[in-house]
């Protein structure tokens, strides 16, 4: 097992004053995809939001290190910079600010804070372009306002052309492959195949195994009440699909 990316210890997090992470721990190790699977309510959403620091969600216990620095202490736009990629389930519609618009100041910013160089319209364009045609979508699709009138696909094929441009150490996917047809699923799985490297990990929310089948994924982690109930590899998405999530935790 390579070194850890992402330490996760004793995490506690509360939204509204509900507790909804009770003493949550977990490692990703870089160059590996990880799988949490979960019922509704198990805090998988509350787990992502929280690595990427989203406002609203209170940290009362245990710490988070990325990199081998405290995560805890970065503002959202730092964690970005560093590397953390959040695919949203509820991708935000912006109107009235353009596609192209949006990509490019993204990634300009996160290539701001590697020391890399801003790039120049045309040259971005042509950047973009490439990514498009990963994801077969038409150049049109710069054109429109972020999300605004976005199909469920379009939407999560949005989050993954981000994914792709901005090239993050630590991508995680939250639900990316809800509403997406079976071609779209294996190209959301080519990309992230591809994107895999020694040094960079992802981690995958989902609740369905049909993405799975088109992965190599390294761990499953299953997540009850608040915290990792139970980890392993791939086999545990086959007893839970036997047996239910029921079944599953009747044995553990």
Do not use: W
Not at 144 to 168: A, H, M, T, W, Y
Not at 184 to 200: D, G, K, N
Not at 217 to 237: D, F, L
């Amino acid at each position: 097992m390579s070194a850890p990316l992402l330490s996760i210890n004793n995490l506690t997090v509360v939204k509204d004053e509900v507790p909804i992470l009770s003493g949550c721990s977990l490692t990703v190790p870089k160059g590996e995809v990880h799988v949490i699977v979960g019922q509704n309510g198990s805090g998988k959403s509350t787990l992502a939001a929280t690595l990427a620091g989203k406002p609203g969600y209170q940290i009362t216990q245990g710490s988070i290190n990325y990199l081998g620095k405290d995560l805890l202490t970065m503002t959202p736009e730092v964690r970005a910079g560093e590397g953390i990629f959040l695919a949203f389930q509820y991708p935000v519609e912006i109107p009235g600010l353009s596609m192209i618009e949006f990509l490019r100041a993204s990634t300009n910013a996160v290539r701001g804070y590697r020391g890399e160089a801003s790039l120049e319209p045309l040259p971005f364009l042509d950047y973009v372009r490439s990514k498009l045609k990963v994801l077969k979508l038409g150049e049109q699709f710069l054109e429109r306002s972020v999300n605004d009138g976005f199909s469920g696909g379009e939407k999560k094929r949005n989050e993954i052309l981000q994914l792709l441009l901005l090239e993050p150490r630590l991508a995680i996917l939250d639900e990316t492959d809800s509403g997406l047809d079976a071609d779209a699923l294996r190209t959301v799985a080519q990309v992230i195949q591809e994107l895999r490297s020694p040094e960079e990990s992802f981690l995958i929310i989902t609740h369905y195994a049909k993405l799975l089948s088109c992965l190599t994924v390294n761990r499953v982690h299953v997540m009850h009440q608040g915290k990792i109930a139970c980890s392993g590899g791939t086999e545990i998405i086959t007893d839970i699909e036997r047996h239910g999530y029921a079944g599953l935790f009747a044995s553990l």
